[in-house]
């Protein structure tokens, strides 16, 4: 019986598809239970447990035996890194990616209109330490104002940005040297043209692309489920588009982790949580320009979801 280590590379309703040898075979999982799943999460959002819709995602590690003809997952090796989010239809955890040392967040201004909150809780999804550089799409399109006011806070929390453009060519190099050599895991809400940007750094066609939906302006699913794209020089897990996001249950380091901008003041007790306590020093620093106003705000905006129970 022939035991080897592949790779996840797609996932359809029945069956995944693996990278094996650098040949792609299909494969399906071995039993009932996979040897490595991580069944439940102890979700502190809802108090109560939350199970994962999903035993493997793209980018695992796995091991196959082939048998009777067919490959057979049997067992999912750790991982290194992975990206969650909440699936409100089946109330349950997915894991859209994993493996990656590279996470790109996808945003587009205009067209449709950024969604602040979205840009600056979607790091709540991550799990694990990786790169992480916000990629501003369309910059071939006028910045509102609104807009530009996110792309600042960005840079005034100190993360690592890029503004691009598919249409125009615009950074279009400057991002592909950055995920060179790299695993890259490509998030982004629906309609952020994340497929088109693909599209320019494989310099050809990768993913089909959809237009905006006409009702709403809002974005059209064109990736249904992840998949891992690659080239002699380029290694990115694209995603679906995601209209809600849902920041993962975290303990209070993880949380201020997304937020780094915060060390930057001094509250007056050590555990304060910014969100009006007295001696907190936020809206303050916010005045001062210290920190985002933007940034504080979509962080209130976070932690009244979780009615600030950290």
Same mark, same amino acid.
């Given at each position: ?23 792609? +075979? ?34 695992? +590690? /796995? ?67 990786? &790169? ?31 503004? /691009? ?43 089909? +692309? ?32 995601? &209209? ?10 993880? /949380? ?55």
């Amino acid at each position: 019986m022939e035991r080897v280590l592949g790779e996840i590379v797609l996932i359809s309703s029945t069956s995944f598809q693996a990278r094996v040898d650098g040949r792609i +075979v299909n494969a399906v999982i071995k039993g009932k239970r996979l040897k490595g799943q991580e069944d439940v999460r102890f979700e502190l959002w809802d108090k109560k447990k939350v199970f994962f819709d999903n035993s493997l995602c793209v980018g695992d +590690v /796995v091991r196959l035996e082939f048998e009777s003809e067919s490959w057979k997952i049997t067992e999912r090796q750790q991982r290194e890194s992975s990206f969650v989010r909440y699936n409100f239809i089946k109330r349950k955890l997915q894991t859209i990616g994993s493996n990656f040392d590279m996470l790109c967040i996808i945003a587009p201004h205009n067209s449709p209109a950024m969604n602040s909150f979205f840009v600056n809780t979607t790091l709540m999804g991550l799990d694990g330490k990786c &790169r992480i550089v916000f990629v501003f799409t369309k910059s071939d399109l006028e910045f509102s104002k609104d807009d530009q006011n996110v792309i600042d806070a960005i840079d005034t929390a100190g993360f690592e940005s890029v503004r /691009v453009s598919s249409k125009s060519g615009d950074n279009i190099s400057v991002l592909r040297e950055m995920v060179e050599s790299r695993t890259a895991l490509f998030v982004g809400e629906s309609g952020s043209g994340k497929s088109t940007l693909l599209n320019a750094l494989f310099c050809k066609d990768m993913q089909m +692309v959809g237009e905006l939906s006409k009702k709403g302006n809002v974005g059209c699913h064109t990736t249904t489920s992840s998949v891992l794209l690659s080239d002699e020089k380029l290694r990115i897990i694209d995603t679906p588009g995601i &209209r809600f996001v849902r920041p993962l249950s975290l303990k209070w380091d993880g /949380v201020i982790a997304c937020f780094p901008e915060f060390s930057k003041f001094q509250c007056r007790y050590a555990d304060c949580k910014h969100i009006g306590e007295s001696g907190c020093k936020a809206d303050e620093a916010a005045g001062r320009g210290i920190i985002s106003q933007v940034r504080l705000s979509d962080y209130r905006r976070m932690m009244e979801t979780n009615d600030g129970k950290i």
